[in-house]
């Protein structure tokens, strides 16, 4: 049985540093990492999806944390094909990644900030999250391909929002697409409501690692503000629902990290709590026992995408308010 590790998609979020979860006297940079790290062993740093992370961040919080802990590094916005800031550009450098010299730059960057966490031993993975309108086909394995080069000796999984990648048709495919790179494929709950919902499948692409990350199932998923879309608190029955997956998925994995992407207030950490719970067994089988639920329980099986858009080697539309 590999390595369960449970936390949360951000321990900076606006929302949780100001719900009280933080005690006073640690709620400056180094006490909230602090406090954070002394009850999960990991935590994802979304920033670096938003800005490139730097080095000197990345040394900190190696140094604010104890042995074991990682941290699951979101890739920036430009190296996914999401549309960016151009204030987020180092250097003034153009917001352009069918610019060959930008890209470059930016991945030199990128690596540059990571760096001091995998030397440390503290770098769990890298997260691409792929945008929506990324689609199963040839120009998307193209892309794949080229980051498996770029990241080259990294951990890194995957996460795809365009739900083809997952329908039967393709499954097979997509695993063996992501194992030819040794890339894990990232698993999701979700809203299943939404003509573009990802389907909860839990497929092992790499024998070193597998990531669950819980998003809420909010229906405003697709239409809300950011707050609306991750505006939800998991119930007993629904995370316990997920108990049997989770430990088939430790059984084929070095590690699979869990994560809880309801950042809104102290939501993702009551349910990171919660579910390291039911996992330990300390609340074995109590949300089956209070509601008569089946554990085993499949989530529903989502409607047919949009088809709507076709992914390049350097995909850079984006729905609006896409989270």
């Given at each position: 049985?590999?390595?369960?590790?449970?936390?949360?998609?951000?321990?900076?979020?606006?929302?949780?540093?100001?719900?009280?979860?933080?005690?006073?006297?640690?709620?400056?940079?180094?006490?909230?990492?602090?406090?954070?790290?002394?009850?999960?062993?990991?935590?994802?740093?979304?920033?670096?999806?938003?800005?490139?992370?730097?080095?000197?961040?990345?040394?900190l919080w190696a140094e604010r944390t104890p042995d074991g802990f990682v941290f699951d590094v979101k890739a920036f916005s430009l190296l996914t094909g999401h549309p960016t800031r151009g204030s987020t550009m180092p250097d003034g450098l153009p917001a352009d990644a069918g610019d060959p010299k930008v890209l470059d730059e930016v991945w030199a960057r990128f690596a540059e900030g990571i760096e001091p966490l995998r030397a440390a031993g503290r770098l769990g993975g890298v997260l691409f999250r792929m945008p929506p309108w990324?689609?199963?086909?040839?120009?998307?394995?193209?892309?794949?391909?080229?980051?498996?080069?770029r990241t080259r000796g990294w951990p890194v999984s995957v996460e795809f929002r365009h739900p083809g990648w997952w329908r039967p048709e393709w499954a097979e495919a997509t695993r063996a697409l992501l194992t030819r790179y040794d890339m894990a494929a990232v698993a999701v709950d979700m809203t299943q409501t939404l003509s573009f919902s990802v389907p909860p499948v839990t497929p092992v692409a790499s024998?070193?690692?597998?990531?669950?990350?819980?998003?809420?199932?909010?229906?405003?998923?697709?239409?809300?503000?950011?707050?609306?879309?991750?505006?939800?608190?998991?119930?007993?029955?629904?995370?316990?629902?997920?108990?049997?997956?989770?430990?088939?998925?430790?059984?084929?994995?070095?590690q699979l990290h869990v994560l809880f992407n309801n950042c809104c207030g102290a939501a993702a950490v009551r349910a990171a709590e919660h579910m390291r719970h039911l996992l330990d067994g300390t609340e074995r089988d109590h949300a089956r026992v209070r509601d008569g639920a089946n554990a085993a329980t499949n989530a529903p099986a989502p409607a047919a995408p949009a088809e709507t858009h076709s992914a390049g080697a350097h995909p850079s539309r984006k729905a609006a308010g896409e989270p």
């Open positions: 049985m590999g390595e369960i590790l449970v936390g949360t998609c951000s321990w900076t979020d606006r929302a949780l540093v100001g719900s009280g979860w933080y005690p006073a006297g640690r709620r400056d940079a180094e006490g909230r990492l602090r406090h954070y790290a002394e009850r999960f062993p990991v935590v994802e740093v979304d920033s670096a999806y938003y800005a490139l992370p730097s080095a000197r961040d990345s040394r990324f689609r199963p086909g040839k120009r998307s394995g193209e892309f794949l391909r080229e980051c498996a080069e024998p070193r690692l597998s990531v669950v990350r819980f998003h809420g199932r909010s229906a405003a998923w697709g239409s809300g503000s950011k707050e609306d879309r991750f505006r939800y608190e998991y119930g007993d029955d629904e995370l316990a629902e997920w108990l049997p997956r989770l430990r088939v998925l430790a059984g084929q994995v070095e």
